[in-house]
């Protein structure tokens, strides 16, 4: 009985049925999924052309002068090298 079924569904006017409902909807959705990749596409180019222009801005370069210049910054990095080294050298004597 469960091979006349898989039989059935696999040939005949239910499978002719299904077919057409599938390429009905591939042929629907084709122009929305063109202009969704053709959106992704503007989007990406947007970020890039906004993300040159901020990395390109003297304001940005002043930003990260300014930055790696301060003491408060200095300290920070300092303690954290500091700390990894304590850290290796712990793992050193657990060895």
Do not use: C, W, Y
């Amino acid at each position: 009985m469960d091979d006349n079924h898989d039989t059935a569904s696999r040939s005949g006017p239910a499978r002719a049925l299904r077919d057409a409902g599938g390429r009905a909807v591939s042929l629907t959705l084709r122009p929305l999924s063109g202009a969704a990749t053709a959106a992704a596409h503007a989007t990406i180019d947007l970020e890039r052309a906004a993300l040159e222009r901020i990395l390109d801005s003297p304001q940005f370069e002043q930003l990260v002068s300014s930055t790696v210049n301060s003491d408060r910054v200095q300290t920070a990095v300092l303690k954290g090298v500091r700390k990894r080294r304590g850290q290796a050298d712990r793992r050193e004597l657990l060895r």
